[in-house]
């Protein structure tokens, strides 16, 4: 053997030791945030749809550091959006649409809105399908991803293989999409999709408030109120609510009026105010009543 030579076997220890530091090198870097809480259950294999390549765990790492590594990413996506299935039905149009962009706001980037925002109308033959496999589609860039099947029927009827369909896909709802669903019509409770929806979705109504439950307008009124800013006294909400009724569209009509007036919401609003800016359109069912009793009574 000549001077200088390695043997063998440290030839191969020394590839060996080689090969180490080359893939020591190559890991993937590791950006932790602070120590959360201890989640259960890990996340689901959904959750890891948009997350960057750079975050995923590498298949040299250990268990204990892949898990801290998911914790992780379930922790940044987990809360989100909230429940990933909506159901919305009512005849207050005006109201729903509200609450559907406040979802979708809530929802997507709008950098992104082009690429991850559907709207499925009703004419569409395969909407329901269409819907399903979109909900099921990872989300492009930021955000979440927001498919709206319009005016749909699934809750008045359904036929067995979009129910099948219905029973394959929603359990499995990623929670980086939201798939709303919107009827004018109540679902019926005794058919099989909509026991399905009150399973994995949240129903919410949007009906027309009856013009005798003064409580429940002047709870409506405070609702929008702060939503748009405006500050009333209790004489003014209880005014605003007689003269509008359960007419959601002019309610806030009349609130984008009154934050003007108060100088984006600075001062308050009283009833001198309301009874001179608000138009009266509507006269509730107790006032009718009263007034039929003055002239027959």
């Not at 979009?162 to 709802?173: A, Q």
């Amino acid at each position: 053997m000549g001077k200088g030579r390695k043997n063998k076997p440290q030839r191969r220890r020394d590839a060996e030791e080689k090969r180490g530091k080359g893939e020591r090198e190559n890991l993937l870097p590791i950006h932790l945030s602070p120590p959360h809480p201890p989640i259960s259950p890990l996340p689901t294999p959904h959750s890891l749809l948009p997350t960057p390549h750079s975050l995923l765990p590498n298949p040299r790492w250990s268990n204990d550091r892949k898990a801290c590594i998911l914790q992780g990413i379930g922790q940044r996506y987990r809360g989100w959006w909230g429940m990933p299935i909506y159901y919305f039905w009512g005849e207050d149009d005006f109201a729903l649409g509200r609450a559907v962009v406040e979802l979708r706001d809530r929802t997507i980037d709008e950098a992104w809105g082009s690429f991850n925002a559907d709207k499925l109308p009703p004419e569409q033959s395969d909407a329901v399908t269409q819907a399903l496999n979109l909900a099921m589609t990872a989300p492009f860039g930021s955000g979440g991803r927001f498919v709206w099947l319009v005016e749909t029927t699934l809750a008045q009827r359904c036929a067995d293989e979009v129910l099948g369909e219905l029973e394959r896909t929603l359990p499995n709802i990623p929670e980086t999409t939201v798939l709303l669903l919107t009827s004018t019509n109540k679902p019926d409770g005794r058919i099989k999709s909509t026991k399905l929806l009150q399973k994995y979705a949240e129903i919410r109504e949007f009906s027309p408030i009856s013009p005798w439950k003064t409580d429940l307008l002047e709870k409506q009124v405070r609702q929008a109120a702060q939503t748009v800013g405006v500050k009333l006294t209790n004489g003014a909400v209880e005014l605003l609510a007689e003269s509008v009724g359960n007419n959601s569209r002019q309610l806030y009509g009349e609130l984008e009026k009154l934050l003007l007036f108060s100088g984006s919401g600075k001062g308050v609003v009283n009833e001198g105010a309301i009874a001179n800016l608000v138009t009266v359109h509507t006269q509730n069912s107790l006032q009718l009543a009263a007034a039929i009793r003055g002239r027959y009574g």
